[in-house]
């Protein structure tokens, strides 16, 4: 009996052994011998990685180092929720999620308790030091991942000269945008073998191609002077109530621009929460009819051809003037002025009879040479060229619009540019945003140097509109508000009506003012614009004319321009400065 009871036992533990090693058998047989490429794919993905190694876009500073663009290491926060669910800490790790993380609670509660979820962003973009925060805590089915965030640390400043960049890292807007493809970087590619524990095989590594960062800008623009015209403007938009306001400082040799400030603005750094209108860069995306401020060029072309000398005489017809069947009107009635006092006060009926003199063609020619009416080429998109119709298609009082700057359109740095020349001796220097590119090892890989672009009057014309143009701003001018203690201040104002629905609106209008300083030995150019100042109609001296002090006099300490010897004595020497031969 005991030997018939262990041979069935027996018998059945063989038996039992021969089926498991049989299908073992049948097993092995299939995976070796059997068609199982799919099998087979399945291990080369799980076993070979590719994986890009991404690198850092390129930073923009401004001229001092100031980092105005960079990049940043940030995490991404990621949760597996069905191991969260399975180990029963949904709501504890949604608790402590949310409260480090500043989210919504119920909201990331119900995302983590979707059935059958292996993924779920709980927050993108985390500071480094508040991912740590998080990772400390060891919650479990969370896991980091390093992301590279576009950054601006100053946020509001420059914003329109510096751009940004999308969601897919593309620049979108200035700097950012034009220069691109030398800030963008190159991402590296790691293909590699990992064993079965997910770790990577030493010395197995099929491809390793390294990643390199994109190269940094080197701006022309000055972080402090930029945030003293972005303070001016802002006082201007209180102070005035007005739609918009710009402005742009120029080096006056170099055309290195030290400022140039937009308002509305927006934060870099919250770029979708902006509108298009807010994003427009006005200084060089917005064109209007310049006003007075175009007799600074329209007056020096009919000196420098000698059709008029400053000392003569026009009559101004007390402030109305009918020609070619149109009335003409001056902001205040005036008699006789000669040309020097036509500049001074600012008469539209006394240029356009100056002007009459140069023509057409001349007048036009000369326009052209100051850069009218053609794209400055300043490296930033969107620049706007304005209009200048050839002489053939003016009609019969166009001369005598155009030469107090109607029947034209402008933008403010091309006026800017325009009375650059004149600080500069007459010549005509293209406007630099860009002083240099240099690479992750700051070696220099390209360096932009000043361009000129033409002349447009004699040096001894622009010396004579210098000394003219300063008694704008001395008592009996249109600028008053423009001047700077210690220095004298060459300029014009600027009152246009905007043109709405085809007509001249008496209720809004734009109001500038252009000027440089020191009179005698330039140094910078400002150009500020306001857009519909009100409540009640303002001119370029009330309102543009003491933005333009409230730049200049701190940007000359912060300069360290040496204040002129004799401010006393400046009316007596502009009348008639030694060597101008009138």
């Known amino acids: 009996m005991i030997h018939e009871r262990y041979f069935g036992r027996g018998f059945l533990v063989v038996s039992a052994s021969l089926v498991v090693w049989g299908a073992l058998g049948a097993k092995l047989f299939s995976l070796h011998l059997g068609d199982n490429e799919d099998l087979r794919e399945r291990a080369r993905r799980m076993h070979q990685v590719q994986r890009e190694v991404k690198a850092p876009r390129g930073r923009i500073t401004d001229r001092t180092g100031t980092i105005l663009a960079m990049d940043l290491v940030t995490q991404d926060v990621i949760a597996d929720p069905m191991v969260i669910q399975d180990r029963g800490q949904v709501p504890f790790v949604s608790f402590h999620a949310a409260r480090l993380l500043d989210l919504d609670r119920a909201a990331l509660d119900s995302r983590l308790s979707r059935p059958g979820r292996r993924f779920e962003y709980v927050s993108r973009h985390v500071p480094r030091d508040r991912a740590e925060m998080v990772r400390d805590l060891d919650l479990v089915g969370l896991r980091f991942e390093p992301q590279l965030t576009r950054h601006y640390p100053l946020g509001h400043l420059a914003s329109h000269v510096v751009g940004f960049t999308n969601l897919e890292g593309v ?5 950012e945008q034009a220069l691109d493809p030398r800030l963008r970087p190159v991402s590296g590619l790691v293909h590699l073998i990992r064993d079965g524990r997910g770790r990577e095989v030493p ?6 191609l390294p990643e390199r960062s994109g190269a940094s800008v080197e701006l022309t623009l000055d972080a402090t002077i930029q945030h003293m015209v972005e303070q001016a403007l802002d006082r201007g938009m209180e102070d005035f109530n007005a739609r918009g306001a710009w402005a742009v400082v120029l080096s006056v040799r ?3 621009v030290l400022a140039m400030a937009s308002r509305p603005g927006f934060d870099l750094n919250r770029f979708r929460a902006s509108s298009p209108e807010e994003r427009m860069n006005r200084v060089i995306g917005y064109t209007y009819e310049p006003g007075s401020t175009f007799k600074a060029a329209t007056l020096a072309l009919a000196l420098d051809h000698g059709v008029v000398r400053p000392d003569d005489v026009f009559f101004c017809e007390h402030g109305r003037w009918f020609y070619g069947g149109r009335s003409l009107r001056d902001y205040s009635p ?8 036509i500049i001074q006060k600012s008469s539209n009926i006394g240029t356009a009879k100056v002007l009459l003199r140069l023509g057409p063609e001349r007048l036009y020619q000369g326009l052209l040479g100051f850069g009218v009416a053609r794209p400055t080429g300043i490296r930033l998109p969107a620049e706007e060229s304005g ?3 050839p002489p053939a298609g003016w009609s019969g009082i166009s001369l005598t619009r155009i030469a107090i700057g109607h029947e034209t359109t402008v933008t403010a740095l091309q006026i800017a540019t325009m009375m650059n020349a004149i600080a500069n001796d007459g010549l005509v220097v293209r406007p630099q945003i860009l002083r240099r590119v240099v690479d992750d090892a700051g070696r220099e890989l390209e360096r ?5 672009a033409g002349r447009a009057i004699r040096p001894d014309t622009a010396a004579l509109m210098r000394h003219l143009l300063a008694r704008v701003t001395e008592p009996g001018g249109t600028a008053t508000r423009a001047r700077v203690p210690g220095y004298r201040v060459a300029g014009k104002t600027g009152t246009a009506q905007k043109v709405i629905d085809g007509r001249y609106s008496d209720r809004l209008n734009i109001a500038s003012f252009v000027g440089f300083l020191p009179v005698d030995r330039p140094e910078v150019t400002i150009a500020v614009v306001l857009d519909e100042p009100g409540p009640v109609h303002r001119t370029g001296g009330r309102v543009a004319a003491p933005l333009f002090a409230q730049i200049a006099e701190p940007l000359m300490r912060y300069l360290d321009v040496v204040p002129d010897p004799e401010p006393a004595t ?4 502009a009348v008639r400065p030694p060597g101008a031969g009138w």
């Open 334 to 341: 005036h008699g006789d002025l000669t040309v020097a006092d």
């Open 171 to 175: 620049g979108s807007l200035g700097v």
């Open 448 to 452: 932009f140097e000043p361009e000129l």
């Open 203 to 208: 010395g197995q590594r099929l491809v390793n």
């Open 570 to 573: 400046a009316s007596a020497r």
């Open 254 to 256: 170099t055309g290195e």
């Open 387 to 389: 209009v200048l119709a």
